[in-house]
């Protein structure tokens, strides 16, 4: 049996290789987690005992096929129940972060089977992560970029925003930036501020929100 604290550690591990690829070091975890270097390692070696992961000295720990799966039921849960809240219980995309968080650990299969089936089984969340599936496949690699990767021009929509921070996320639904919206990039000022083109007005993102928005390119059609 898995504390909460253990599935916790597993899905940052789990969040922070698919942001960056390869192992993930303490210090990330560490920042992450907000929590001290030498925790973080005395977790990594609990977690490493018991097969699920893999540690490389001076490069960072994977998560192991098993680490991975308990990542990606944590997920499941979390993601399912930000989406019921907002879709439901009339939560705010700013509100359901931590209540998930709170909620994930503790809920039966049944529960989570009921709340698919309510919500229809989605595939993302109100932040336009995935969902992982019923049978916590390994979920795939997609094709978004950071909004901060692009240049001023581009053409972009967004398909996913960060769910840490609820300050930054009603920054962005008052600037009316959420999965699905088309932006332009109109400016990007030399200390990282990113102006954007979004419905008819402008909005400025300070870079660190910026880089927390994950976009596709928009593809023109030929005339």
Do not use: C
Request: hydrophobic share 35%.
């Amino acid at each position: 049996m898995l504390s909460d604290v253990m599935e916790d550690y597993l899905k940052a591990i789990y969040t922070l290789q698919k942001e960056d690829g390869g192992p993930v070091a303490t210090s990330e975890i560490a920042e992450y987690l907000g929590v001290t270097p030498p925790t973080v390692t005395s977790m990594i070696e609990k977690l490493t005992d018991r097969g699920l992961l893999d540690r490389e000295k001076y490069k960072g720990v994977e998560l192991t096929p098993e680490g991975e799966t308990v990542a990606l039921e944590v997920l499941r849960h979390h993601r399912l129940l930000e989406s019921y809240l907002t879709e439901h219980l009339d939560y705010s995309w700013s509100e359901v972060h931590e209540e998930a968080d709170r909620l994930e650990h503790h809920i039966s299969e049944e529960f989570e089977r009921r709340v698919a089936d309510a919500l229809g089984n989605p595939t993302v969340d109100p932040h336009g992560d995935p969902i992982p599936d019923a049978n916590l496949s390994p979920i795939d690699e997609d094709d978004t970029t950071r909004l901060t990767e692009h240049e001023e021009g581009a053409h972009v929509v967004v398909a996913r925003v960060s769910d840490r921070d609820d300050d930054e996320l009603r920054y962005l639904a008052d600037a009316g930036i959420t999965p699905d919206t088309e932006l332009e990039i109109v400016d990007i000022a030399p200390f990282g501020m990113v102006t954007v083109a979004v419905d008819g007005g402008e909005q400025s993102l300070p870079e660190t929100i910026a880089r927390s928005i994950r976009v596709r390119a928009v593809v023109e059609e030929l005339a």
